[in-house]
């Protein structure tokens, strides 16, 4: 295939190369196509996870790069699974993640009547008839991938008797699989696709939008493509479990007058390690209670990933990154953390937190005293400005910020060592205090006056830089960290992913210790707790009950893979 030269710019902008645009291109060069028309179409049956992501970046993406447009269709066909619930969420979501959708959303269901003719249609042609067998008939008959089906005895009823079939099949005269409108096509198809596939069975079920309207529907084969051709798709993007529904596909539109001949290309769907990607498992884990709905921070959907504190533009960082192939491949985890912390370390605010806490006295700052100190929001956006921190004789740090006895390489507090606390002074610890057990309960120190703002007064230097809170302001905070859902990485390939679960995949911390400039962030703020990693608003705070997130530790595992690969 040819690589045309995009520049690096291109790359960063639409993502890597691949087969896809290249198609496109090449549909677009030969004038086979003058506009490119994608779709977006989730059935609207559960929530938008990441592998959505990927879907909606390649089209809207597509689209966009060539001018071209990009709708939301919600493949609205099976009334049995669908539900307003999952509309809505859908659309929420797209919002929340598209910089390219237009807000219009379309519905298969917005076609029945057209597609019901084109029925009509096929039966006048000899192509569709009206079969009695039953699913489970109809299976046996179908035969196996080493043999060929059989023919239904009513394949061969007349044109008349097939309109009048199907003409009370829409009136309502049968019961819910009594009867199929089938496609004639060829029993001994090595495809078992086309051994007459069902385009119509009889569903009475009120749907979300046609209501009571049909009690026949057509199948996900039959709405698809017709419905891609009504709307002038040109490039119909889907994942290769669709490779061997592609023969029907074209199949249909060569059999039907439509008004365009869209052309369905299939790519990889995404699969991410220690995550499960398919919405009936997603389902599974709701009502299991094994997470606590479907915008549990854990979990992979949109808004999870959202409450998680993931950034749109990461994920959409994401989902370009990760390119477009025709084979199967699982992208690590890894990397959508990486992309995370790449759009956060520009836009999250700088704030102290300290959650397994420790006092510590310094007992050469004056009684009753404080101060104002100046802290940095965020050292990477100037417009962030700074706040003023309060500083005085108690503070708080971390627990693992200290030890008694250190090793070698602990460059933190430990007896007789000096460190800098960020933003503040550098202090000495001189005694530690313990309980009856033997368990440090507190630590004594001493300060330097001298280096106010954390800048040695002498030229002498200190290892380790503390974070830390002041003990008479801090507030208290529910923070929830969370680690993988599973603990191993397919978990898809295990026999039965519930066993697979992670039991230590959340902990909540009760009472950790915030600097007071994090009570007024609202829900949703992206915020970095210095040296420990990013958080977010969650939507359960108050005032005064502040509840975090934690969205991904500073700590960049990504980046230790890419230099381990070279
Ligand atoms: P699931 O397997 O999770 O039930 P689905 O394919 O049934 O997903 P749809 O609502 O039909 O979900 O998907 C809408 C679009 O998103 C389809 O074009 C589908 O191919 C695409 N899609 C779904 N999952 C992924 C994925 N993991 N990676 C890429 N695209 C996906
Ligand atoms: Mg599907």
């Known amino acids: 295939m040819t690589q045309t030269n995009r520049s690096a710019e291109d790359i960063k902008r639409d993502g890597p190369d691949h087969f896809i645009r290249e198609i496109i291109k090449g549909d677009l060069a030969s004038g086979r196509e003058s506009k490119v028309v994608t779709r977006f179409p989730p059935e609207p049956n559960g929530y938008l996870h990441i592998g959505h992501a990927k879907s909606i970046s390649l089209n809207f993406g597509m689209a966009d790069e060539f001018d071209g447009h990009c709708n939301l269709r919600l493949d609205d066909t099976n009334p049995v699974k669908e ?21 219009n959303t379309l519905h298969a269901s917005d076609y029945f ?4 003719a084109w029925a009509e249609h096929l039966i006048e042609a000899g192509d569709a008839y009206v079969d009695d067998l039953n699913a489970e008939q109809i299976r046996e008959y179908r035969g196996t991938l080493t043999e060929p089906g059989r023919n239904s005895p009513h394949r061969d009823r007349s044109v008349e008797e097939n309109l009048d079939l199907f003409a009370r099949m829409r009136a309502g005269e049968f019961p819910d699989g009594a009867k199929t409108l089938r496609a004639k096509i060829d029993m001994a198809s090595g495809n078992i696709n086309m051994r007459d596939p069902v385009i119509y069975r009889v569903l009475h079920a009120n749907h979300p ?3 009571d309207t049909w009690c026949i529907y057509p199948t996900y084969d039959f709405a698809h493509g017709q419905s891609d051709a009504i709307e002038g798709v040109t490039h119909s993007l889907c994942t290769l479990e669709f490779a061997d529904h592609r023969p029907l596909y074209d199949w249909l539109i060569e059999h039907l007058p439509t008004p365009s001949v869209p052309k369905q290309t299939e790519f990889a769907r995404l699969n991410l390690t220690y995550t499960i990607l398919s919405k009936r498992k997603l389902m599974q884990l709701v009502n299991e209670g094994v997470v606590e709905g479907w915008d549990d921070p854990r979990m992979p959907t949109i808004r999870g990933l959202r409450r998680r504190g993931i950034p749109a533009e990461a994920l959409r960082d994401f989902a370009r990154g990760i390119g477009v192939a025709r084979a199967d491949s699982a992208v690590e985890y890894g990397y959508l953390e990486f992309c995370t912390r790449e759009v956060l370390n520009k836009i999250s605010l700088r704030r102290m937190a300290v959650l397994n806490p420790i006092k510590v006295v310094i007992e050469n700052y004056p009684e009753g005293e404080s101060e104002l100190l100046d802290a940095v929001n965020n050292p990477e956006d100037e ?7 309060e500083f005085s004789r108690e503070i708080y740090i971390e627990r693992d910020d200290f030890m008694e006895d250190p090793p070698k390489k602990f460059f933190r507090l430990s007896p007789g060592r000096e460190v800098r606390l960020r933003y503040a002074y550098f202090i000495t610890c001189t005694d530690v205090i313990k309980d009856a057990n033997g368990e440090v309960v507190e630590l004594r120190c001493s300060y330097d006056p001298a280096s106010r703002g954390g800048e040695s007064p002498d030229g002498r230097k200190v290892r380790g830089t503390l974070h830390w809170v002041d003990a008479a302001r801090a507030l208290s905070a529910e923070v929830r960290r969370y680690g993988h859902l599973f603990n191993v990485e397919d978990p898809a390939g295990e026999e039965d992913f519930l066993t697979a679960i992670n039991p230590d995949s959340k902990t909540v ?11 007024s962030d609202p829900p949703g703020a992206y915020v970095q707790f210095e040296r420990l990693g990013y958080f977010c608003v969650d939507r359960d705070s108050t005032p005064d009950r502040p509840v975090f997130n934690e ?4 700590r960049d595992t990504w980046k230790k893979i890419q230099k381990a690969q070279g």
């Open 509 to 519: 911390i009760a009472d950790g210790k915030i600097e007071p400039a994090l009570a």
């Open 113 to 116: 009547e057209q597609l019901y």
């Open 383 to 389: 417009t962030a400005g700074m706040r003023q921190v």
């Open 551 to 554: 969205t991904v530790a500073l």
């Open 83 to 103: 539900d307003d619930e999952y509309i809505e969420a859908i659309q929420e979501d797209l919002r929340w993640l598209s910089t390219e959708w237009d807000g």
């Open 209 to 211: 939008r046609t209501g």
